[in-house]
């Protein structure tokens, strides 16, 4: 096969990864877990070219990468294409690429999101280059281009295992076949839309290089994980809030503490996690959660998920999500139906 066309979603981490062990490799120092959502997939087609592409440089290797139908020639060509060296390397192959990705996450929603992206990308391109890999190999090479790409290979709920080198640095289900996860909801409030300035690989690199609580971030992180994966186990919804909210505040503190100090959450995000506390006080279940930028997630159950929202819909946008499918290779008709439609 040469071309391929493949789905992927975003994730929200419960359980954050923030900071790398291995940079080349893409190896956390520490595991991480998520909910992969079921909004904003990106479905990328990737196809086989016989020669560089018309325009290409050396610097983008012959591919040429489209995104929502633009054709882009910065950073995210660039990084697709040092993807696709490591896909062609696995292959043995030095064919160039076409790369097609669209992204339904709605402009300025916050959500522009390099998992959902690099894991529809590796399943494409390895199906295109002909590898035929199982979902734990799958998610080893979307960890190559981006961390969290890693997990969003896996639907539901994932465990992206720290491991030690490439071949334990993977992900899978949080629980074991058959095991129940509670049902959760994410109300996610978009405070801000616009780009986040300082991005979160570089940010990630300054706190491992100036924070003087990076080596307890870690180890926290270490004893989170473990807890969380038993708070699933039990199907402790509280336990599983508690954890998620006080874990991302961590991931704010360490954050914040880097010299120079970077500081993504904003007054608006501060305020919808005192709504969530408050929402606790009334005897619902919200906890809140957030990523390298201002938006909020409210971690809440389907029963509550609505009032949730309501509560919170003064602060931003509020779309409310729940666990979404793995990385799936699509039928390209349907793919030409949608471009058409
Ligand atoms: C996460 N984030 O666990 C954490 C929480 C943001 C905050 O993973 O350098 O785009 O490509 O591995 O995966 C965002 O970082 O960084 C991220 P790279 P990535 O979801």
Redesign the pocket.
């Known amino acids: 096969m040469s071309t391929a066309t493949a789905r992927a979603y975003p994730n929200i981490?419960l359980v954050?990864?923030?900071g790398k062990r291995d940079e080349q490799q893409?190896l956390p120092a520490a595991g991480?877990m998520?909910m992969t959502l079921d909004a904003f997939p990106t479905t990328t087609t990737v196809r086989l070219l016989d020669e560089p592409a018309a325009g290409s440089s050396s610097s983008d290797h012959g591919d040429v990468f489209v995104l929502n139908g633009d054709p882009d020639t910065g950073s995210a060509a660039r990084r697709t294409s040092l993807f696709l060296d490591h896909v062609r390397d696995l292959a043995g192959s030095d064919r160039p690429a076409r790369v097609d990705s669209h992204n339904e996450a709605p402009t300025g929603a916050g959500l522009a999101s390099?998992?959902a992206g690099f894991a529809a990308l590796a399943l494409a391109a390895s199906r295109a280059y002909g590898l035929d890999l199982d979902p734990r190999e799958l998610s080893r090479l979307a960890r190559r281009g981006?961390?969290?790409a890693t997990r969003s290979i896996m639907p539901g709920y994932a465990l992206w295992h720290a491991g030690t080198d490439d071949a334990t640095s993977f992900a899978e289900p949080v629980l074991p076949d058959g095991a129940r996860m509670p049902e959760l909801r994410l109300v996610i409030v978009t405070v801000d839309g616009r780009p986040k300035a300082v991005s979160?690989?570089e940010a990630?690199r300054l706190t491992a290089a100036t924070s003087p609580f990076y080596d307890a971030w870690i180890d926290a992180t270490a004893q989170a994980l473990d807890e969380m994966v038993a708070a699933c186990a039990r199907e402790d919804v509280e336990a599983i809030g508690r954890i998620t909210e006080s874990h991302a505040l961590r991931?704010h503190a360490v954050i914040a503490s880097t010299t120079p100090p970077v500081r993504y959450l904003a007054p608006a995000s501060i305020a919808v996690f005192d709504e969530a506390a408050a929402l606790r006080r009334r005897g619902m279940v919200a906890w809140a959660t957030a990523?390298?930028g201002p938006n909020v997630c409210v971690l809440t159950t389907p029963a509550d998920a609505e009032q949730v929202a309501a509560a919170v819909a003064g602060h931003g946008q509020v779309r409310i999500v729940g666990p979404g499918p793995g990385a799936t290779v699509v039928d390209p008709t349907e793919q030409t139906q949608q471009e058409d439609a």
Do not use: T
Request: net charge positive; proline share 0%; no cysteine.
């Open positions: 981490a954050k990864y923030w893409m991480s998520s390099s998992a981006s961390g969290s979160s690989r990630m991931m990523d390298a």
